[in-house]
C-alpha cells in the first residue's frame, strides 16, 4: 500500500462539475486497460484505437508502458514493488485524463492481477468506467514475434524477471474484453473496441 506522506492538504473542488464538462465537450471519460505478455499486440492494438477514435472526433489519449519509464516513471524498475508503483501512478493519471473527458487508452504488461483490481478500484470509486481488454495471445506467438528482442535476451539468461518466462503473468478472470491479436487483425481488434465503446454509450 503506498504511503501518504503529504500533510495539511485539502481537496479543492473546481467550479465546473464532471458531467458540465463532458455535456458541453459532448464527450465521455472512461479508461480502456489493455493487458497481455509483451508482444501481445498491445500498443498495436491501443495505436490503432487512438487513431481511429481521432479520426471520429473523440478525444483519445494513449498511455504506452515504455513511453511512460521515459518520463514519469523513470525512476522506477522491474521488481514487483517497482511495478506495482508504476501500474499505480498509471491508474491515476489514466483516471485524470477520463475524469477530462479523454477516452484514456492504456498498454501495460501489468502483470498482477492485484495491480489491476487497484486502478479499476480507483475509477470505480470516482464514478468513472473502467474497461478491462485482455490481449489474451499465447506466450509461443509473442515469443515468435519478440519485436524488441526480451525474450531472447531473457531465455539467454541476460534479463531476469521477465514476464511469462521466470516471472507470472496473471491472466484476469473477468475482463470486459478479450481480443486475440493471433487469430484477428489489428482493424479488426480495433472494431472490437469500437463496438463494445459503442454497447455502452461511450460512444454514439
Same mark, same amino acid.
Given at each position: ?7 495539511? =492538504? ?30 501481445s499486440g498491445k500498443s498495436t492494438v491501443?495505436? @490503432? ?30 521488481? @514487483? ?8 501512478? =498509471? ?16 498498454s501495460f504488461i501489468s502483470p498482477y ?6 486502478? #479499476? ?7 468513472? #468506467?473502467?474497461?478491462? $481488454?485482455? $490481449? ?28 511469462? =518466462? ?5 491472466a484476469p478472470h473477468n475482463a470486459e474484453?478479450? =481480443? ?25
Amino acid at each position: 500500500m503506498t504511503q501518504t506522506k503529504s500533510t495539511n =492538504i485539502t481537496w479543492h473542488e473546481g467550479d465546473i462539475s464532471r458531467d458540465e464538462r463532458w455535456k458541453a465537450l459532448n464527450c465521455t471519460g472512461a479508461t480502456m486497460w489493455f493487458t497481455g505478455l509483451s508482444g501481445s499486440g498491445k500498443s498495436t492494438v491501443a495505436s @490503432a484505437l487512438e487513431q481511429t477514435l481521432v479520426n471520429r472526433g473523440i478525444n483519445s489519449y494513449r498511455l504506452d508502458g515504455d513511453n511512460i519509464r521515459h518520463g514519469l516513471n523513470k525512476n522506477l524498475g522491474f521488481s @514487483a514493488e517497482d511495478r506495482t508503483e508504476n501500474i499505480r501512478r =498509471i491508474g491515476e493519471v489514466a483516471k485524470l485524463f477520463a475524469d477530462a473527458g479523454s477516452v484514456c487508452l492504456t498498454s501495460f504488461i501489468s502483470p498482477y492481477r492485484s495491480d489491476r483490481d487497484l486502478c #479499476r478500484a480507483l475509477h470505480h470509486e470516482s464514478g468513472i #468506467r473502467f474497461i478491462e $481488454v485482455f $490481449v489474451d495471445t499465447p506466450l509461443d506467438v509473442c515469443e515468435e514475434r519478440d519485436p524488441k528482442g526480451l525474450y531472447k535476451k531473457a531465455r539467454a539468461g541476460e534479463i531476469k524477471g521477465f514476464t511469462g =518466462i521466470d516471472d507470472p503473468y496473471e491472466a484476469p478472470h473477468n475482463a470486459e474484453l478479450v =481480443i486475440r491479436t493471433a487469430e484477428r487483425s489489428v482493424d479488426e481488434c480495433v472494431e472490437d473496441c469500437i463496438s463494445y465503446l459503442e454497447a455502452q454509450g461511450i460512444l454514439s
